[in-house]
């Protein structure tokens, strides 16, 4: 009875890969022909003194066509940096896989301009984040910015497992 129990809860865990790219400015976004994934507001507030992830968002479209009508961009009000994700796992993922990451992020870290997605837990998953350069170079230090967004956000339901991935050269 044990057993099928733990394959119920293991069948119903998602694993998500993102690789993160940026930061860019709106202009840069405009040129980018990307779409389909996560983004990232990430700036200071009117009145805000530490720069700061202030936003987590998806969209299905692409991100400079989202971010022409986005009703949160304004209100980062300076030091902007968009960061932009596309799922690299699952192959063929659905909206429902952007969603998921999306809630994983907003759950565990509570950015101040989001309004949903804060109170009620995602579903068991584990999201993994790879960070680059806008040319897609690995990021080998990180950013300030995102020093506190774990590589690994794991949640089981009940506890949550974080940490951060080093980044190595070939040998």
Not at 41 to 64: P, S
Not at 162 to 170: H, K
């Amino acid at each position: 009875m044990r057993e099928s129990t733990n394959s119920a809860t293991h069948a119903n865990y998602l694993t998500v890969k993102l690789h993160w790219s940026g930061p860019y400015t709106v202009d840069q976004v405009d040129e980018n022909q990307d779409g389909k994934g996560l983004y990232l507001f990430a700036g200071k507030k009117k009145y805000g003194r530490t720069k700061e992830i202030l936003y987590c968002g998806i969209t299905e479209r692409k991100f400079k066509t989202r971010f022409r009508e986005h009703h949160k961009l304004p209100l980062v009000s300076r030091e902007l940096e968009i960061w932009l994700g596309k799922i690299e796992y699952p192959n063929g993922f659905h909206r429902e896989h952007l969603e998921i990451a999306e809630s994983i992020i907003i759950y565990f870290w509570q950015p101040v301009l989001n309004d949903r997605k804060k109170y009620s837990p995602p579903r068991p998953t584990t999201l993994i984040s790879h960070w680059f350069k806008q040319d897609g170079t690995p990021r080998i230090y990180q950013r300030t910015i995102y020093k506190d967004l774990h590589d690994v956000l794991s949640w089981d339901g009940k506890l949550w497992r974080t940490g951060n991935l080093s980044v190595y050269g070939d040998a």
